[in-house]
Nanobody, 123 residues
Framework: QVQLVESGGGLVQAGGSLRLSCSASGRTFSSYAMGWFRQAPGKEREFVGTISSSAAYTYYADSVKGRFFISRDNAKNTVYLQMNSLKSEDTAVYYC????????????????WGQGTQVTVSS
C-alpha cells in the first residue's frame, strides 16, 4: 500500500508560479512511475504529466508543455510539479498518482492516488 500526500497548492496570480509536492510512504518509491492529474469543477480528471521511476522519462499534456515540469527526489520519496506561467484555466484540484507499471497518460494506468491540493489562478 502506498500513501500519497500532496501539498503546495494555493492562490496565485496569472503569470505566476507554484510548486506542488507529493510525498509518498513506503520504501519502494524509487520503483514507482508517478503522474500528475487535475480536475476542474464540472470537468473530468485530466492528465498533466508523468515521470518514470528513474526520472529518465517525462511526458506532458500539450496544454502544459513548456510551462510545467515534473521532477522527483527518490531519496526524499517526493515528486514535484513546477508550474510556471500559470493561466486561469490551470485552476483545478491537482492529484498525484503512483504505479508500478510504466508511466501512463490515463488515470486507469495508476494504482494509488493522493487526496489532491487546490490550485487557484486569478486573472
Amino acid at each position: 500500500q502506498v500513501q500519497l500526500v500532496e501539498s503546495g497548492g494555493g492562490l496565485v496570480q496569472a503569470g505566476g508560479s507554484l510548486r506542488l509536492s507529493c510525498s509518498a510512504s513506503g520504501r519502494t518509491f524509487s520503483s514507482y512511475a508517478m503522474g500528475w492529474f487535475r480536475q476542474a469543477p464540472g470537468k473530468e480528471r485530466e492528465f498533466v504529466g508523468t515521470i518514470s521511476s528513474s526520472a529518465a522519462y517525462t511526458y506532458y499534456a500539450d496544454s502544459v508543455k513548456g510551462r510545467f515540469f515534473i521532477s522527483r527526489d527518490n531519496a526524499k520519496n517526493t515528486v514535484y510539479l513546477q508550474m510556471n506561467s500559470l493561466k486561469s484555466e490551470d485552476t483545478a484540484v491537482y492529484y498525484c498518482a503512483a504505479t508500478f507499471r510504466a508511466p501512463a497518460a490515463t488515470a486507469g494506468g495508476y494504482d494509488y492516488w493522493g487526496q489532491g491540493t487546490q490550485v487557484t489562478v486569478s486573472s
